[in-house]
């Protein structure tokens, strides 16, 4: 299955809901690419011997990566842990997940600050640029297990929004002119 992204509705019901607009609006790859978001699909059940993974770790300098999985029987805090992840927040460095298994969603703000919704499943690895607000969740199915990965040490620290006076707020809105 591709990676599927679309525009979202202004609903406050379940986050955990798909969210589409009525008719549906699709966002193309291009669109995610414009905004500095890559998605690859990889084969998820030899991630530990991938050799395209590696290659891919080696290419982004991603030395550090880590597992997590998001499921209430093995994520302690498991419903406050939801709730912090979706959270409208940017990171000073780029976020990088792989899905192993299960099902998740991330969203990002596309120029307009319209929320693009980001459909992943297994295989799906997305890279989200420093300065992005973004927010992550689960869908219905209310479990995912992922590959973090990080250049360097992991830096947990998110800033939620507003972040604009930030400097890499500042870099990443300054890479979208011309896109």
Do not use: C
């Amino acid at each position: 299955m591709e990676m599927e992204a679309w525009y979202m509705d202004s609903s406050d019901e379940d986050q955990r809901r798909p969210h589409r607009l009525e008719p549906n609006q699709s966002a193309s790859l291009g669109a995610l690419e414009r905004l500095g978001v890559f998605h690859r699909k990889l084969n998820a059940d030899i991630y530990e011997t991938d050799p395209e993974l590696e290659q891919i770790r080696k290419d982004q300098g991603y030395s550090y990566k880590d597992i997590i999985t998001i499921h209430k029987d093995t994520l302690p805090g498991y419903e406050d842990k939801l709730k912090m992840f979706f959270e409208e927040h940017l990171h000073q460095d780029d976020e990088i997940r792989y899905i192993l298994d299960g099902r998740a969603y991330f969203d990002v703000r596309d120029k307009e600050d319209r929320w693009i919704r980001i459909s992943m499943s297994k295989g799906d690895l997305i890279t989200l640029p420093a300065g992005i607000y973004h927010r992550f969740t689960l869908d219905e199915t209310n479990y995912t297990k992922a590959m973090r990965l990080f250049v360097g040490e992991p830096v947990w620290k998110a800033y939620n929004r507003p972040a604009d006076d930030l400097d890499i707020r500042s870099k990443y809105m300054a890479s979208l002119q011309g896109s």
